[in-house]
């Protein structure tokens, strides 16, 4: 079946290191691509997304990559900071599924001093 | 304020109990959702409502029901709740930009 999934469950850090997170999907027909945080006790809450012809996109101290040809995502992180330790999240949304999200399993970012 | 908010928190409850999680937002957004989410696995759609005269099914809706009663509010039910409903339950919703889903704090259920 078509899924979202992650290659690493945990990764650890030293704070200001650049972090990377990857992410491989398997639906090609997905839309967009969407990175959420989870903290601790809190719901997830929406990073960057990136549209499906696109190829990077950059925000504040992140930066998404999409690689079509491999299937793969990953979510760079610049200069890490502590605040950053938290589960992040891939999901896809196809445009013809209405606003439905597929959810990967979530990578846990561990940030050290 | 909070711009999605879940009642209750916390639940624990006993097999068999029926259970009502509510949502709220304040976003004015027409869509809205319910997940679940099992430790070490990502959230997995329950039921979706566009507006209040439209529910959807998601991949895992047996076993739940939900009620939109207005725009604002979107109710998840489990009628006769079972010890693998046990898990945290999260509300969203969503604009014209639907890929963007804002999140409640999110349901702690307990079904013993």
């Known amino acids: 079946g078509e899924s979202v999934g992650l290659h690493l469950p945990t990764l650890s850090v030293q704070e200001g290191d650049n972090s990377i997170i990857n992410c491989a999907y398997s639906?090609?027909?997905?839309?967009?691509f969407i990175w959420y945080k989870q903290e601790s006790g809190k719901g997830p809450q929406f990073i960057i997304d990136i549209r499906s012809n696109m190829d990077k996109r950059q925000g504040q101290r992140v930066t998404v990559l999409l690689n079509k040809t491999v299937k793969h995502l990953s979510l760079q992180i610049a200069a890490t900071q502590p605040g950053d330790s938290a589960v992040y999240f891939c999901?896809?949304?196809?445009?013809?599924?209405?606003?439905?999200?597929?959810f990967g399993e979530g990578t846990q970012l561990t940030v050290n001093p | 304020d909070a711009d999605v908010t879940q009642t209750p928190r916390n639940r624990i409850t006993k097999t068999g109990k029926r259970i009502m999680l509510e949502c709220s937002q304040t976003?004015?957004?027409?869509?809205m959702y319910w997940y679940r989410q099992d430790p070490g696995l990502g959230l997995r759609l329950i039921y979706y409502s566009f507006d209040v005269k439209d529910i959807n099914k998601g991949e895992i809706s047996d076993g739940y029901s939900v009620s939109r009663q207005a725009q604002a509010k979107f109710s998840l039910s489990l009628e006769s709740a079972i010890p693998n409903q046990t898990a945290l339950y999260f509300c969203a919703t969503a604009g014209a930009a639907a890929y963007t889903q804002y999140f409640g704090p999110g349901t702690r259920l307990t079904v013993l």
């Open positions: 639906n090609s027909a997905s839309d967009y």
């Open positions: 999901a896809e949304n196809k445009a013809t599924s209405g606003s439905r999200l597929t």
């Open positions: 976003k004015g957004h027409d869509r």
